[in-house]
């Protein structure tokens, strides 16, 4: 059966999980070492081997008297146990003495048990008698109020895993062992251009026919989100040399090149004829089963990726919410980047319909409902405005093989405009 003649026009659209499933794989940028300080928030690129024990010795937990426990066994209120005190403990200096039986040494929190100590007791459960004699009113287990050599961490064996986000307990970690620096996953480097004749940058007064800038500064606020470098390369017209060349200079020096605009098969639209004429870039996705956003592209150079976006303000920020910031946060080596369940739980308003076999993004606004879920409700509108996207909190997905939402039903809101990845 001959073609029609217009078969070039149809996007043949991929499964958005399959898109994602792409997505996802994209390898994470290099390793750079970091500074604690600019480690902070960063994944981790590598295991952390632990270079010494930590702690280096046995440490008291609290104020009180090193002890040898069984010293202390049967101890009480009315048959206490009497030790004589064989020394005081500095904070700072290790003991250099055996703790002899039938002895106790005075310790602070923090210092080092002396050898033949197995446990501290607290200061409170004790009476210090007249000369060196200490009453021990309660027995204390080997062990009791002791931090252990290596109990956080051994010499030789990995602290921290390749991928772990750094939180200030991790960063409190390295440098309780010495590791002031860290190899953390490089932050993306982002190129945002927008593609059509009727563009102005947003500072300029627009003659008839012709719209500002929304796009660039809209999706560079949302990859910084994702803690990008953004970099607005301007405007290109409708034209696919002019594209083309727009590409290779943002490929020189960015990860992620975002282009919106032209991504569909009209007659101006240029940016996958751009992409075809750039020899080192392959095309991976033309048409995703998604609304809204259909008409996106997916593009690879080298190790960059290349998005094409829709022009509509609404798809683009849709697109770049729920594919590219997950992109990005994956660039960063954040190994849940694509993960499910990111949101928060409420319950849909009413019902909404949505085609099987392609994956919806409902714009919902969150009412509270007290103790209960909060309500969603859904924003429907026209994606070349703002408006739903300024009512809206959130992001709520109908999966592919459901043909919509049923009111009251429990949905996942993905939220909107969260800053970086937690
Ligand atoms: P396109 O995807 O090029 O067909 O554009 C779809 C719609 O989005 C058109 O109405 C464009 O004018 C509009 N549009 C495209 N790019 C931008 C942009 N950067 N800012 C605001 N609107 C845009
Ligand atoms: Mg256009």
């Given at each position: ?29 290099p ?26 010795a ?21 048959l ?79 602290a ?80 696919t ?9 943002a ?46 592209i ?37 190994p ?87």
């Amino acid at each position: 059966m001959p073609e029609p003649a217009n078969s070039h026009n149809f996007l043949t659209l991929m499964p958005a999980d399959e898109f994602r499933a792409l997505l996802a794989d994209w390898p994470a940028l290099p390793a750079v070492t970091a500074g604690l300080d600019d480690a902070f928030g960063r994944f981790l690129a590598a295991d952390v081997v632990a270079p010494e024990d930590l702690p280096p010795a046995p440490r008291a937990c609290m104020d009180g008297y090193a002890v040898r426990a069984a010293d202390t066994f049967g101890a009480g209120e009315s048959l206490p146990a009497y030790l004589e005190r064989q020394a005081t403990i500095a904070i700072h200096k290790p003991p250099e003495f055996t703790l002899e039986p039938g002895r106790c040494a005075a310790i602070t929190t923090g210092g080092w048990l002396p050898d033949g100590a197995d446990a501290v007791a607290m200061v409170e459960h004790t009476q210090a008698l007249a000369g060196e004699t200490v009453e021990f009113r309660r027995p204390v287990a080997p062990g009791e109020n002791v931090m252990q050599r290596g109990e956080d961490a051994r010499a030789n064996t990995p602290a921290l895993a390749a991928g772990t986000l750094l939180r200030a307990p991790e960063i409190g970690l390295l440098a309780a062992l010495g590791l002031s620096e860290a190899p953390i996953h490089r932050l993306p480097r982002v190129a945002v251009i927008s593609t059509g004749d009727e563009l102005v940058p947003a500072h300029e007064t627009p003659k008839p026919g012709r719209i500002r800038d929304v796009n660039s500064h809209a999706l560079a606020a949302m990859a910084r989100e994702c803690g990008a470098q953004a970099d607005r390369l301007g405007i290109v017209p409708d034209d696919t040399a002019a594209i083309a060349r727009a590409l290779e200079k943002a490929l020189a020096d960015h990860d992620v090149v975002l282009l919106s605009g032209g991504s569909s098969v009209g007659a101006r639209d240029c940016t996958v004829a751009a992409l075809s004429s750039l020899p080192q870039a392959e095309l991976l996705v033309h048409g995703v089963a998604v609304s809204p956003g259909k008409p996106t592209i997916l593009a690879r150079a080298g190790s960059a990726a290349i998005l094409g976006l829709p022009g509509q303000v609404a798809s683009a920020q849709v697109i770049m919410h729920v594919f590219v910031k997950p992109l990005l946060r994956r660039l960063t080596g954040d190994p849940r980047a694509f993960a499910p369940e990111r949101g928060r739980m409420a319950r849909l308003a009413r019902n909404v319909a949505s085609r099987h076999g392609r994956e919806d993004w409902l714009r919902v606004s969150l009412e509270e409902d007290g103790d209960a879920l909060p309500l969603a409700h859904p924003r429907l509108g026209k994606s070349g405005l703002l408006r739903t996207l300024l009512a809206a909190q959130g992001l709520v997905r109908i999966p592919a093989t459901r043909e919509g939402l049923n009111a009251d039903e429990q949905v996942e809101v993905l939220p909107l405009g969260q800053p970086l990845s937690a």
